[in-house]
């Protein structure tokens, strides 16, 4: 490492530094909300007579694999391959434990709530994901929040179901019957099943962050730590409820490897956010992305937009300033 001594204040170094971070973060959040909002809509491309061709449990296994590959990768090219030479210390391992069983929960339960709901429904109910982890950001983490952050959150709140009411507009009722499966539908198991993730997605997410910000390791290795769990829990899982005679791949198509990658690219993205940001950040992501599924349902399945959907893009922009001014 190069390292300049006697720098001033005024150096365009340090004038550009933090610039350059500003733009390094702008692009991973821009991504992610990407990648989050067209979770949904690219799932139900995949469907072939309304139901999904491939293993949900095959696909999380997958994405696992690869989040390991890259996270093992990214440890060799660091030279930190030294961590993994001798017996790692149980204490230290262990905490990964916990974080991998709880994604391994969700992801299932993101493939499995397509059967119960559709796209837009999904994205726009998850978002009580923003409440559950604000709470157990504050209790578990201890993180005191100013009214106006709390303020800042409520309009997140506001924000989905905003777009919620709207999207009762999104169908076109000539057109109901014909495009069925475009149509905004709900179940009460459904409901169920949202409640669920939503807790266990904060809990899993105010959890990892934990663990990530109290051991000082280098973030490759604490992603390969989360990600070795992650295949083992996931591989137990997909193997032993396979009851089927389809083989571990059948039905992955080019759109399920999109999938896949895209997902796998969040992950580790994620990490980032938690390590060097916060849980919050990742709730204005999530609520971003909210709106990243709509216009991709629109452009794709061929959902209708009203005049009212800029309320909630209006409600997270205002949530963002007063929650970071």
């Given at each position: 490492m190069?390292?300049?001594?006697?720098v001033?204040?005024?150096?365009?170094?340090?004038?550009?530094?933090?610039r350059?971070?500003?733009?390094?973060?702008?692009?991973?959040?821009g991504?992610?909300?990407?990648?989050?909002?067209?979770?949904?809509?690219l799932?139900?491309?995949?469907?072939?007579?309304?139901?999904?061709?491939?293993?949900?449990?095959?696909?999380v296994?997958?994405?696992?694999l690869v989040?390991?590959?890259?996270?093992?990768l990214?440890?060799?090219?660091?030279g930190?391959?030294s961590?993994?030479?001798?017996?790692?210390d149980?204490?230290?391992?262990?905490p990964?434990?916990?974080?991998?069983?709880?994604?391994?929960?969700?992801?299932?339960?993101v493939v499995?709530?397509q059967?119960?709901?559709?796209p837009?429904s999904?994205q726009?109910?998850?978002?009580l994901?923003i409440?559950?982890?604000?709470?157990?950001?504050?209790?578990?983490?201890?993180?005191?929040?100013?009214?106006?952050?709390?303020l800042?959150?409520g309009?997140?709140?506001?924000?989905?179901?905003?777009?919620?009411?709207?999207?009762?507009?999104?169908?076109?009722p000539?057109?109901?019957?014909a495009?069925?499966?475009s149509?905004?539908?709900?179940?009460?198991?459904?409901?169920?099943?949202v409640?669920v993730?939503?807790c266990?997605?904060?809990l899993?997410?105010?959890?990892?962050e934990r663990?990530?910000?109290?051991?000082r390791?280098?973030?490759?290795?604490?992603?390969?730590?989360l990600?070795?769990?992650?295949?083992?829990?996931?591989?137990?899982?997909?193997?032993?409820?396979?009851t089927?005679?389809?083989?571990?791949?059948e039905?992955?198509?080019g759109?399920?490897?999109?999938?896949v990658?895209?997902?796998?690219a969040?992950?580790?993205?994620m990490?980032?956010?938690?390590?060097?940001?916060?849980?919050i950040?990742?709730?204005?992501?999530?609520?971003?992305?909210?709106?990243v599924?709509?216009?991709?349902?629109?452009a794709?399945?061929?959902?209708?937009?009203?005049?009212?959907?800029?309320?909630p893009?209006?409600?997270?922009?205002?949530?963002?300033?007063?929650?970071?001014?």
């Amino acid at each position: 490492m190069i390292v300049i001594q006697n720098v001033g204040v005024s150096s365009p170094a340090r004038i550009k530094a933090p610039r350059l971070n500003r733009i390094k973060w702008g692009v991973l959040l821009g991504l992610m909300v990407l990648i989050y909002g067209s979770h949904a809509p690219l799932i139900t491309l995949t469907k072939v007579d309304g139901r999904v061709p491939f293993s949900a449990s095959s696909c999380v296994l997958m994405i696992e694999l690869v989040k390991l590959f890259i996270s093992l990768l990214s440890l060799l090219l660091a030279g930190g391959t030294s961590a993994l030479l001798g017996p790692p210390d149980l204490l230290t391992v262990a905490p990964y434990a916990v974080p991998a069983a709880l994604y391994a929960l969700n992801n299932n339960l993101v493939v499995l709530m397509q059967a119960y709901m559709d796209p837009s429904s999904f994205q726009i109910l998850s978002n009580l994901k923003i409440a559950s982890t604000a709470l157990l950001y504050s209790l578990c983490l201890r993180k005191r929040l100013r009214p106006v952050q709390w303020l800042g959150l409520g309009l997140l709140v506001a924000a989905g179901v905003s777009h919620s009411y709207n999207t009762l507009d999104l169908v076109d009722p000539e057109g109901a019957e014909a495009e069925e499966s475009s149509r905004l539908h709900i179940t009460a198991w459904g409901l169920f099943l949202v409640f669920v993730y939503c807790c266990v997605s904060g809990l899993a997410a105010v959890y990892t962050e934990r663990v990530l910000k109290s051991q000082r390791l280098p973030l490759s290795l604490q992603n390969f730590y989360l990600y070795v769990f992650g295949v083992s829990i996931n591989g137990l899982s997909s193997f032993s409820s396979s009851t089927s005679d389809k083989s571990f791949l059948e039905g992955f198509s080019g759109k399920v490897w999109v999938i896949v990658a895209g997902q796998a690219a969040n992950g580790l993205l994620m990490s980032v956010v938690l390590k060097h940001g916060s849980g919050i950040t990742r709730l204005f992501v999530i609520a971003s992305s909210m709106l990243v599924n709509a216009l991709l349902s629109w452009a794709v399945l061929g959902l209708q937009l009203s005049t009212s959907f800029l309320l909630p893009v209006s409600l997270i922009g205002l949530a963002a300033y007063l929650y970071y001014r």
